[in-house]
């Protein structure tokens, strides 16, 4: 939003904050969605902007119509995955909510999906015989709507007490560095998803992107990465190809373990990773968990 929706303002953007107010409950008298910023709307937006411990001034501004987006999320309105800046709204919140009552701990439900809450969704992947990378989409989201009788309506934060951990090899990905070397357009889509998602799992995490193999040192660990067409790894270096729904934990270890270079792999990634957030996101997460499976059983990591 470019501009403050003010008092007195009118058109479809008002139209649309109405919207959102009314979903939420707010009463916006008898003349409801008029796209006019007046009397009942404005103090609809005051009073969200109280009960969200914002600025009282009775604008919509960039601050105010992010509280409101993340308040109207709704469970199945867009892909959720661990990243960061991480993800948040009150969808995250209903995922939370109904994962604790369902016995997958993801801690207190606070609207942030954190490594927590993505651990919790791919252990409910997991019980339900769904690919366990941990992405809530389509699928995942109607197994879980499938039990709404079972969670609707119970206290969401009844087991977040229980022991949660994150999945990964934090304290590899914390000393460790990683040189993600993108040969195309789906290797520079996963290793920019894959360097996202190792911050948002460690945020000590570096791994650097380059596009050029020579540009990769024997100090560090090195992925390369690119559809088989143009993936050219120095020689020695093992390779390992992404297959969708299918961890790729002993696919590592055991390229780690047979290369002649012990710190460089080649990852053959599909091209569909371009066009499809999930296809991507999933392909990330398959990596950086073979990654963390392998440094865990044994790769002598490089320390900072």
Known sequence: ???????????????????????????????????????????????????RGLSEDGMVGDETWAALVDATFRLGDRLLYLRYPYLHGADVRTLQGALNVLGFACGPPDGIFGTFTERAVGEFQSNVGLPSDGI???????????????????????????????????????????????VD????????RLANLALATEPEARMDIVTEPGEATPDRVTLYLGQASSLKAPGGAPTVRLQEGEGAGGRFMAAFASGSRPRAVAVIVSADVVADERVAQSAAVHVLDGLCAALSGGIPPVVR
């Open 1 to 51: 939003m470019l501009e403050p929706i003010t008092q007195g303002d009118r058109g479809p953007a008002v139209e649309d904050i109405q919207k959102r107010l009314l979903w939420l409950g707010f009463d916006l008298g008898p003349t409801g969605i008029d796209g006019v910023f007046l009397g009942a709307t404005l103090a609809a937006v005051r009073r969200f902007q109280r009960e």
């Open 136 to 182: 809530a989409g389509p699928e995942t989201v109607r197994a879980i709507e499938r039990l709404h009788h079972v969670w609707e309506g119970k206290d969401p934060s009844a087991p977040a007490n229980l022991l949660v951990a994150p999945a990964r090899a934090a304290e590899a990905l914390r000393t460790t560095l990683f040189t993600l070397v993108c």
């Open 185 to 192: 357009a789906p290797g520079r889509v996963v290793g920019e």
